[in-house]
C-alpha cells in the first residue's frame, strides 16, 4: 500500500442469511473527503457504513481505517463516530449531556468536557438549547445536536446515514450546505449515505453509486453525471434518454444504428461491447436540441448526430421546456430546452422535427 | 341529542358517567366504610358499636401487631428485590429474542396464571415440607443432609411463593419498556466510546426505568397485604399482616380493628409509593 486511506474497503463482503447485502465492495476514501455512498434503497449502502462503524462484522474482507486493520473491533473501539438518520439522541439526557457522553466515556477532563460541549453547541449554532430535552427541539435542531455530538469528539473519519432524510425539502436544502460548509471548516473525513442524488452531487468530493450490494461507479459528481459508466448509473443519476440501438463499429469511431436504420456516431461505448450487439444510447436530456427539418440539412459537421422525430407533447417547468419526441422507431426522448427567448416561435404537437446532439455527449452502454 | 353533539365534553362525560358510578360505588364507598369503623367500637357477634374512640388506632402500635406490620413490609421489600432481580433479565432476554419468538415467550410467562393460585402454592406446600415435602425426603435418601433443611413455615417460604406468584407481573412491563427501546440508541451509544455495560446503565436502564418502578409497584402492593401466600406456607407460625386483618374479621370478630389495621397499611403503602416515585424521578425519568 502506497498510500494511506482514510477508510480503505477491501473486497467486503456481507451476508444476511442467504441474502448478500455487499457484494465484493472495494473502496478507497481519502482523508479530509467527503464521499457519499449513492444508490437506491437496499443497495448495500447503508450496511458498508455499518461495518466501517463496527455495527456490522464483515463476513468477507477487510476493513482498514488509517491504515490499521479493524477486524472483530467493537464500536468503542473505533476512531470513527455515526450521525444516525433517526438522530438517535438520548430522550432522558438534556442536549448538553447528550454531547459530553462521549467524550465522559473516554475520560476526558470534567472542565475540558464543558469547554467542548459550548465550543460544540456555538459550532451548531444552539448555544441557548444546552439544557433542554431532545424532544423539546425541532427536526433541524435534533439533526445539528446529533451531529455536534458526534463532532465533538473529534473523530477520524464521521460516518451520516441519511442524516438530512427526515427534514422537509428547503431545511435539507440549507442542511446541506451547512454540511458540506462544516466539513470543510473541520476537515474531517466524512462518509455520507443517502439515496438523493441531487444531494450526492450537491455535497460530495466524490460519490460511489451502488446498486444490489455492487459499486457501479466511484467519481466525482460530475464525471459520474457526465460520463456514467453503465445503464444503471445512467438512469439512477439525473434524467436520461435510452435509445435502443445496435453497434456497428466501435473503432476507430464508433458508430451505432438505431431502430429507424438512422445512423450515428458515440463519444465512448462500455467495455466489453462487441460489433453487431445490441445496446442502448444514452444523452442527457439538456444535451439535445430540436431543429426545423431544413435547419438540419445545413448542418455539415459529422460530429452532430441528426434523427428524426415528431413532437410527442411539451411540458412547460419555468426554466426550461420539456419536449417528448417520438423517434422513426417509436422511442420517445425527452429534450430539455431553456426558455431563453420568450418570443421565439414554439413547437407544436405533431409537427415534423430533427432532434440532434452532438456526438461526444451520447454513450453506448450494455441494455 | 342537539345538545350533545354540539358539546363533546358532554358525550365524553357521559361515557365516563358509568365507571365512575361503578368506582364510587364498589371502591370508595368500601373504603368509606372502613375508615369509619376504625373509628367504632366492636360489637359482640361482629359488626360495630356506634361510639367513637382512638383504641384501634393505638392497639396498632401495640409491639405484637406493631412487629407483624414491619415484617411484612421486610417480607414485601424482599420479595420485590428478589422478584426484580430474576424479573429483569429474563425481560431483557424475551425483548432481545428475535420479535417472532417473543410473542410465544410471553405467552409462555403466563401459562402459570391458568391454574388456580390456590393449587399452585399448595405444591409448594409438598415441595417444601418439613418432613415430607419432596425436596427434604430425595436430599436425605441421596444421604446430601442428615436434618431436613428449614424450608417451611418461615419467610423464607413466604418469600419463595410470593417471588413465585409475582414473577410474571413483574416481568411483563419491564418488557414493555425494554420492547419499545430504539436499538438505534444504544448503538449510538457504542458509538460513542461506551462499552456494553457502560451502554447498559446509561441508556437501557434509565430508559426502563417506568418499567421497573410499574412492576415493582405491582409486586410490592400485593406482597404487603398477601394473606394467602403466608397462611399456607408459613405453617402458622410465620405470619403477616394480611393474616392478622382477616382473622380479626373471620376469627375474632373484631371489625373495627381489623378496619384500623387495614387503614394503616394502606397508609403506609401510600407512603412508601410516594417515596418510590419521588426516588425512581431522580434517575432520570423519560416525561
Not at chain 1, 147 to 153: E, G, P, S
Not at chain 1, 179 to 202: N, P, R, S
Not at chain 2, 145 to 158: E, Q, R, S, T, V
Not at chain 2, 173 to 202: G, V
Request: hydrophobic content about 45%; charged content about 20%.
Amino acid at each position: 500500500m502506497s498510500e494511506t486511506f482514510a477508510v480503505e474497503l477491501q473486497d467486503v463482503v456481507k451476508r444476511f442469511g442467504d441474502v448478500t447485502a455487499v457484494n465484493h465492495v472495494s473502496l478507497q476514501i481519502k482523508e479530509g473527503e467527503f464521499f457519499s455512498l449513492l444508490g437506491p434503497s437496499g443497495c448495500g449502502k447503508t450496511t458498508s457504513l455499518r461495518m466501517i462503524a463496527g455495527f456490522e462484522m464483515p463476513t468477507d474482507g477487510a476493513i482498514y481505517i488509517y491504515g490499521e486493520r479493524q477486524g472483530y473491533r467493537p464500536p468503542n473501539k473505533r476512531p470513527v463516530n455515526t450521525v444516525f438518520q433517526n438522530y438517535a439522541l438520548f430522550p432522558h439526557m438534556t442536549v448538553a449531556e447528550n454531547i459530553a457522553f462521549g467524550m465522559q466515556m473516554q475520560k476526558v477532563p470534567k472542565d475540558e468536557i464543558k469547554r467542548r460541549v459550548d465550543e460544540a453547541l456555538a459550532m451548531v449554532r444552539l448555544s441557548n438549547m444546552a439544557n433542554r430535552k431532545p424532544k423539546q427541539l425541532s427536526g433541524g435542531q435534533q439533526q445539528r445536536i446529533a451531529l455536534a455530538r458526534a463532532l465533538v469528539n473529534r473523530p477520524k473519519v464521521l460516518l451520516l446515514d441519511e442524516p438530512l432524510g427526515a427534514l422537509d425539502l428547503k431545511l435539507r436544502k440549507a442542511m446541506q450546505i451547512e454540511l458540506k460548509a462544516l466539513q470543510e471548516e473541520v476537515g474531517i473525513t466524512f462518509i455520507y449515505v443517502t439515496h438523493d442524488q441531487e444531494e450526492a452531487l450537491t455535497m460530495s468530493d466524490r460519490i460511489a453509486v451502488m446498486n444490489n450490494g455492487i459499486v457501479h461507479q466511484v467519481g466525482d459528481p460530475e464525471t459520474i453525471y457526465e460520463h456514467p459508466a453503465d445503464r444503471f448509473v445512467a438512469d439512477f443519476i439525473g434524467e436520461t434518454n435510452f435509445i435502443p440501438v445496435k453497434v456497428l463499429s466501435l473503432s476507430p469511431t464508433i458508430e451505432v444504428e438505431l431502430g429507424s436504420g438512422e445512423k450515428v456516431t458515440a463519444g465512448w461505448a462500455e467495455e466489453g461491447l462487441a460489433v453487431g450487439d445490441r445496446a442502448v444510447l444514452s444523452i442527457r436530456p439538456e444535451k439535445m436540441d430540436l431543429l426545423e427539418l431544413h435547419e438540419a440539412a445545413k448542418l455539415k459537421s459529422n460530429d452532430v448526430a441528426r434523427v428524426r422525430g415528431k413532437v410527442a407533447h411539451l411540458v412547460y417547468v419555468g426554466t426550461d421546456t420539456r419536449h417528448s419526441v417520438t423517434l422513426g422507431d417509436g422511442t420517445e426522448v425527452v429534450v430539455r430546452l431553456q426558455n431563453i427567448h420568450i418570443d421565439e416561435e414554439p413547437w407544436e404537437i405533431g409537427e415534423e422535427t430533427i432532434v440532434t446532439w452532438n456526438a461526444a455527449h451520447a454513450r453506448v452502454l450494455k441494455e | 341529542m342537539e345538545r350533545l353533539r354540539r358539546h363533546p365534553e358532554l358525550q365524553a362525560w357521559l361515557i365516563l358517567a358509568i365507571p365512575v358510578i361503578f368506582l364510587l360505588i364498589f371502591f370508595m364507598a368500601p373504603l368509606l366504610i372502613v375508615f369509619v369503623y376504625s373509628f367504632l367500637e366492636r360489637g359482640k357477634y361482629g359488626g360495630v358499636e356506634w361510639v367513637f374512640t382512638l383504641d384501634n388506632i393505638r392497639r396498632v402500635f401495640d409491639p405484637l401487631y406493631f412487629k407483624t406490620f414491619l415484617r411484612s413490609f421486610y417480607i414485601a421489600i424482599v420479595t420485590t428485590l428478589i422478584t426484580l432481580g430474576l424479573g429483569y433479565p429474563l425481560a431483557y432476554f424475551i425483548a432481545k429474542s428475535p420479535p417472532s419468538r417473543r410473542n410465544a415467550l410471553v405467552f409462555a410467562l403466563m401459562i402459570p396464571f391458568w391454574t388456580n393460585f390456590l393449587i399452585r402454592t399448595y405444591a409448594w406446600v409438598m415441595l417444601l415440607r418439613t418432613h415430607t415435602g419432596l425436596i427434604n425426603v430425595t436430599l436425605m435418601n441421596w444421604g446430601l443432609i442428615d436434618k431436613p433443611l428449614p424450608l417451611y413455615g418461615n419467610d423464607f417460604a413466604i418469600i419463595l411463593g410470593l417471588v413465585y406468584g409475582w414473577l410474571p407481573v413483574m416481568v411483563l412491563p419491564i418488557y414493555a419498556a425494554l420492547e419499545r427501546l430504539d436499538e438505534s440508541l444504544l448503538e449510538a451509544a457504542r458509538d460513542l466510546y461506551a462499552s456494553s455495560s457502560k451502554a447498559f446503565w446509561r441508556v437501557t436502564w434509565p430508559l426502563s426505568i417506568p418499567g421497573v418502578v410499574a412492576g415493582s409497584m405491582l409486586v410490592f402492593i400485593p406482597s404487603l397485604g398477601a394473606f394467602v401466600t403466608p397462611a399456607i406456607l408459613g405453617g402458622g407460625k410465620s405470619i403477616m399482616i394480611g393474616n392478622i386483618i382477616s382473622n380479626q374479621f373471620l376469627g375474632a370478630h373484631d371489625w373495627p380493628f381489623g378496619s384500623a389495621l387495614s387503614m394503616v397499611m394502606m397508609i403506609a403503602m401510600l407512603i412508601a409509593t410516594l417515596i418510590y416515585f419521588r426516588w425512581t424521578k431522580k434517575s432520570e425519568l423519560v416525561t
